[in-house]
Each structure stands twice: as structure tokens, then as C-alpha cells.
């Protein structure tokens, strides 16, 4: 399974990188990762007008999309656009950050897991 990381440099620079989480055949159950030991878990809903200027991560976590999209900038100016299902590993806890803004102009939910 394939999730995108946004991290920080030794420069402070935000990056984004693809990681693989590896599943394991458990039969008629299917495909399972390791366990991952987790903090806390928290939903959070935000405006169809979202678009919150550079900030890093207030923890380690996993964003799991719920329903809508965001763009993501990161302080060298990459952008890549996620969509409603896809997880992201933000470890962006210090340094310059990431512009966070919704896809579309409507109400978005989103799971955080935190780390």
C-alpha cells in the first residue's frame, strides 16, 4: 500500500515522499500491515472556504481523507493534489510547513491518527 509523507529537511524545507506500507497475505481475512501503535484519533471538519497558509503539523500523524479533496504546497513550492481515501504521514512537526486548501468549495472531513 502507497501513502505520501510531507516532512521536514536539516534545512527546514517541507517535502513530500511515497512510501510503501507492506501487507501481508493473511488468507481469507486478506491483507494486513503491521501493527502501528497509535496516540489518540480525531475527526475534524473543515469550511467549504478552507485554505490555511503555511503551518507545519501540530503532531506526527496519518490523515486518512474522508470525503474531499486538498491541494498541498510544500515550502519549495511542489504541489500534488489528494483525494477523497487517500492517507498521508505528515512529520512536518517543525521548519517552514505546507499550505493546506480544499479541492473543491464544500465541506471536508478528515480522520487523524495521531503518532
Same mark, same amino acid.
Request: net charge negative; hydrophobic share 40%.
Given at each position: 500500500m502507497k501513502i505520501t509523507k510531507i516532512f521536514s529537511d536539516e534545512k527546514e524545507e517541507t517535502h513530500f515522499e511515497e512510501v510503501e506500507i507492506p501487507l501481508i497475505d493473511q488468507g481469507e481475512i486478506g491483507?494486513?500491515?503491521e501493527n +502501528? !501503535? /497509535?496516540k489518540k484519533?480525531?475527526?475534524? *471538519? /473543515?469550511? =467549504?472556504?478552507? !485554505?490555511? !497558509?503555511?503551518?507545519? =503539523?501540530? #503532531?506526527? #500523524?496519518? +490523515? +486518512? @481523507? @474522508? %470525503?474531499?479533496? /486538498?491541494?498541498?504546497? *510544500?515550502?519549495?513550492?511542489e504541489i500534488r493534489q489528494?483525494? *477523497?481515501?487517500? +492517507? &498521508? &504521514? /505528515?512529520?512536518d512537526i517543525s521548519g517552514k510547513g505546507h499550505k493546506t486548501k %480544499? &479541492?473543491?468549495k464544500k465541506?471536508? *472531513?478528515?480522520?487523524f491518527i495521531h503518532l
Open positions: 491483507f494486513l500491515s +502501528i !501503535d /497509535v484519533l480525531q475527526f475534524r *471538519t /473543515v469550511s =467549504a472556504e478552507y !485554505d490555511y !497558509d503555511f503551518h507545519c =503539523a501540530p #503532531q506526527r #500523524q496519518y +490523515i +486518512i @481523507l @474522508l %470525503n474531499g479533496g /486538498v491541494e498541498i504546497e *510544500t515550502s519549495l513550492g489528494f483525494k *477523497t481515501g487517500e +492517507i &498521508l &504521514l /505528515v512529520e %480544499n &479541492l473543491e465541506e471536508r *472531513t478528515s480522520l
